[in-house]
């Protein structure tokens, strides 16, 4: 009974599967220039940061639903810089709409950091030296072309404070 209520307390992040090509290249990148101390959780795209754990089986449904249809297209659009950390932004109109729907569902459940229209990106590196981020953000940015980034699915995650733990995911079947 005490197990249950722990998984109950843990919060749930909602996060975009890259296809298996793009999560490789990702988490190559992550793993090369994420402090190895800190890379606790694979390369992803955060699409809400902290639903409540109430929330799970709603948001399992949900994600199953939208999956029922066609993968959304997104690109790379460009390297960003996150003040201590580089990311790739990640631009996708189909998927911010699957999103405000997901927020619209959710409305008065958010926390402010989800309440506002993200910014989607896959983070490969943070929390490191300022000068470190920009010179890795100059260096990926050399040979940086936009191009396509295949989305494969929708996954939710419990957070405990260390590696995330897979509540479930599902793929894009259209």
């Known amino acids: 009974m005490e ?6 307390a843990a919060p749930i992040i909602v996060t975009a599967l890259m296809g298996a090509d793009d999560f490789a290249w990702a988490e190559g990148l992550r793993r090369a220039h994420f402090p190895a101390e800190r890379n606790l959780v694979p390369a992803h795209i955060t699409l809400f940061h902290h639903l409540p754990p109430s929330a799970l089986e709603e948001v399992a449904g949900r994600l199953k639903r939208l999956c029922g249809g066609p993968a959304p297209r997104a690109k790379l659009a460009e390297v960003m810089m996150l003040g ?3 990311a790739y932004r990640v631009e996708s109109a189909e998927l911010m709409a699957m999103r405000d729907e997901l927020a619209e569902a959710f409305a008065g459940l958010l926390i402010p ?8 990106h896959i983070t490969v590196q943070n929390k490191v030296e300022a000068a470190r981020a920009k010179a890795l953000a100059a260096d ?10 295949a989305i494969a699915g929708l996954a939710a995650w419990h957070y405990r404070g ?3 733990e897979l509540a479930m995911k599902a793929s894009f079947r259209g």
């Open 140 to 149: 990926l940015r050399q040979d940086f072309r936009a191009r396509p980034l």
């Open 3 to 8: 197990g249950d209520s722990a998984l109950l």
């Open 84 to 86: 201590r950390g580089v």
């Open 162 to 164: 260390g590696p995330w």
């Open 113 to 120: 950091q989800d309440e506002g229209r993200p910014r989607l």
